[in-house]
T-cell receptor, first 113, second 114 residues
Framework: AQSVTQPDIHITVSEGASLELRCNYS??????LFWYVQSPGQGLQLLLK??????LVQGIKGFEAEFKRSQSSFNLRKPSVHWSDAAEYFC???????????FGAGTRLTVKP | EAGVAQSPRYKIIEKRQSVAFWCNPI?????LYWYQQILGQGPKLLIQ????????DSQLPKDRFSAERLKGVDSTLKIQPAKLEDSAVYLC????????????FGPGTRLTVT
C-alpha cells in the first residue's frame, strides 16, 4: 500500500540549531516528493520538490532535502533554525504520472529562544 | 498575483445541518482540489477538478458531500447532512494543470460540527 510516514509528531529545537525532519515513503516506484510548511491559520506553502536528478534539492527559506532511494527517505534539513520557522511541516508524495498527492501526518516544529 | 481565496474562514454548525464552502483559485489555474485536514493529520484529497470536469472523486463521501465547478473557475463544496466526524479544516488548492505538481493552497475553512 502507498504510504508516507513522518515518524516525529513534534520536535523542539533551539534557535540557531540545526534541524532534520524525517520522511519515509512506501510506493511501487519512486514517486515525486515534496515538503510543505503550514503556519497557524495559513494554507500550505511548498518548500521544495524532487522529481529526478541531483538528490540534494534546495528550497525556499534556507531549507534543503536529500532523496535517498535505498532508504526510501526524503529528509528535510536546515543548518540554522530561526524562530519564524516554527510551524507544521508535511512531507508529500505523488506518482510520476498524476498529481494525486498523499501527505504524511506532519511534524510540528517548536523553536526555543 | 492573488492567491487562492476561500470563504468562510470559520463555520460552526450542529450535526445534521448543511454547510457550503467556496473557493476561488488563482487566475488561469485549470486544476482545482479540495482537501480535508482532520486535526493531527495531513490533508486528504476529496476531489479534483480539471476545468469543470471531475478528475478524481474516489475519496469523496458521496452520500453527504458534493462539489461543483460549473464554469471552470470557482468551486463550492457542500456537506449535507453534517456529522461530528466532519469537523476539520477544508483546504482548496489549485495548479496550472494536471501535469503541474505545484499546488497553491488557500487558507482553509475550519468547520466545527457540534
Amino acid at each position: 500500500a502507498q504510504s508516507v510516514t513522518q515518524p516525529d509528531i513534534h520536535i523542539t529545537v533551539s534557535e540557531g540549531a540545526s534541524l532534520e525532519l524525517r520522511c519515509n515513503y512506501s510506493y511501487g516506484a519512486t514517486p515525486y516528493l515534496f515538503w510543505y510548511v503550514q503556519s497557524p491559520g495559513q494554507g500550505l506553502q511548498l518548500l521544495l520538490k524532487y522529481f529526478s536528478g541531483d538528490t540534494l534539492v534546495q528550497g525556499i527559506k534556507g531549507f534543503e532535502a536529500e532523496f535517498k532511494r535505498s532508504q526510501s527517505s526524503f529528509n528535510l534539513r536546515k543548518p540554522s533554525v530561526h524562530w519564524s520557522d516554527a510551524a507544521e511541516y508535511f512531507c508529500a508524495v505523488a506518482p510520476y504520472n498524476n498529481n494525486d498527492m498523499r501527505f504524511g501526518a506532519g511534524t510540528r516544529l517548536t523553536v526555543k529562544p | 498575483e492573488a492567491g487562492v481565496a476561500q470563504s468562510p474562514r470559520y463555520k460552526i454548525i450542529e450535526k445534521r445541518q448543511s454547510v457550503a464552502f467556496w473557493c476561488n483559485p488563482i487566475s488561469g489555474h485549470a486544476t482545482l482540489y479540495w482537501y480535508q485536514q482532520i486535526l493531527g493529520q495531513g490533508p486528504k484529497l476529496l476531489i479534483q477538478f480539471q476545468n469543470n470536469g471531475v478528475v478524481d472523486d474516489s475519496q469523496l463521501p458521496k452520500d453527504r458531500f458534493s462539489a461543483e465547478r460549473l464554469k471552470g473557475v470557482d468551486s463550492t463544496l457542500k456537506i449535507q447532512p453534517a456529522k461530528l466526524e466532519d469537523s476539520a479544516v477544508y483546504l482548496c488548492a489549485s495548479s496550472l494543470g494536471l501535469k503541474d505538481y505545484e499546488q497553491y493552497f488557500g487558507p482553509g475553512t475550519r468547520l466545527t460540527v457540534t
